[in-house]
């Protein structure tokens, strides 16, 4: 290979004003020689700077090619050699081709982009070191990575599994929790893309349970960006009866019953199913699901009982220095599961049961509506408690007579014991000043 001839033609091919099908066979030509010689390039006559010059200069042509359309594309692609030398060129683990390597990665990513045979090719000979690069440590890299599966997936749909790419994605994501590591825009739109797509469910069972729970995460932060589209209906199904099913885990910290279902999974279903009632595009699905309310409205009526025989993690908090938000005293209830749980299966209900006539009654006939007047008093344990709560008793008598009766029947009896009134000197709404003998 002859350094100043090539020098020149690079010279010439960005000089010369030439339809670019006239230039294809010499980018093409230069570009498979490059390839072919890059990877021994000690045995060349030419530095290794001049040959990464090279590379580049052949890349940024073939990359611009590709905008071309399909057929310079297919032309790139079916070149023999061609895309093994792009391989051999992305296991090139020295340093110094990093920045060659991340043009490789962004050359196949525009080979991709609606060219479904293409998409098919790459992903069966270079599949591998695709997702294995989500994994570098070189974040622009991943984010092209990312972006190739994504191109790809929503290609050839069907054909191929990326479980394995889900399961890194994840990866980024759970760092992003614990380290604030911010995440590749590419790895937010493939995870994105992956809870609206109609195999969801059956990828999402494949995870191991820690998997499951960062993925559960995921989606409940996705569901509280209302601007965000639905998520796959299947899934918003299968959480709602996974929720179900393990709730009564929730209980069983109580009694000291071990076995395999994480609490802290429950919990975080219980933040998507509350989150996705305060939004109409869910509401009608979760709504309709009247075993859901019956489960939310029952797992609420134990608490209480539970919260009442002895002094633990489901009783309210009342008093005034856990109340407020600079309290000195120890506040590590704010770490526990119990924590705002009930006031989420209460805003729960109150949301399921607006303007839902069935849900209305089943509140009333299993004797729901009695376990959220109980909810209306403040309690550190479930912030904003008694706000959801008043809402929830709204919803539930509203155009409906027989639970408006059962509101007007509650005969009062004296006033509710109120720590927090009592410390502060209220009593019937009068602030009451005591004298102090000095």
Known sequence: MDEKLINKTFSSLNLLDMDFSELEDVTISLTKKFI????????????????????LN?????????????SFQNLIINTNGMLESLKEMLKNEEKKFDNVKTKVFELIANLCVKNEKCQKKIWNEVNELIICELTSSNVQNVNISAMIIYNIKIGINENIEIEQALNVALDHYDNFLKNNISMPDFLHILLDYFICS????????KLTSEKQRI????????IENESNQIINTSLLKHLTFEFKKKSDCVLKTVTSYVDSIDPEVVVTLLDIISTATAQDKYLSLLRDDASLFLNIGCLLQALHK????????????????????NANDNADFEKEISFSFKTKL??????????????????REME???????????DARNPLIKEWSILAIRNLC???????????SLTRIGDAQNPVLTEFGLSEGVFRIKKHNM
């Open 306 to 325: 539970i919260g009442k025989e002895s002094k633990n993690t489901f009783s309210p908090i009342q008093n005034l220095e856990a109340l407020i938000p």
């Open 368 to 378: 729901i509506m009695q376990s959220i007047f109980e909810c209306t008093n403040a």
């Open 346 to 363: 209460v805003k729960s209900l109150a949301n399921l049961s607006y303007r839902n006539k069935r849900n209305q009654e089943l509140a």
């Open 36 to 55: 072919q010689n890059l990877m021994n390039f000690k045995d060349t006559t030419i530095s290794e700077e001049t040959f990464k010059e090279i590379s």
């Open 198 to 205: 109609c195999d969801v469910v059956q990828s999402y069972k």
């Open 215 to 222: 993925f559960l995460y995921y989606v409940n932060d996705y």
């Open 398 to 408: 509203e155009e409906n007579s027989e639970n408006q009766d059962i509101v007007q």
């Open 58 to 70: 052949c890349i940024k042509h073939l990359k611009v090619s590709c905008t071309k359309g399909p």
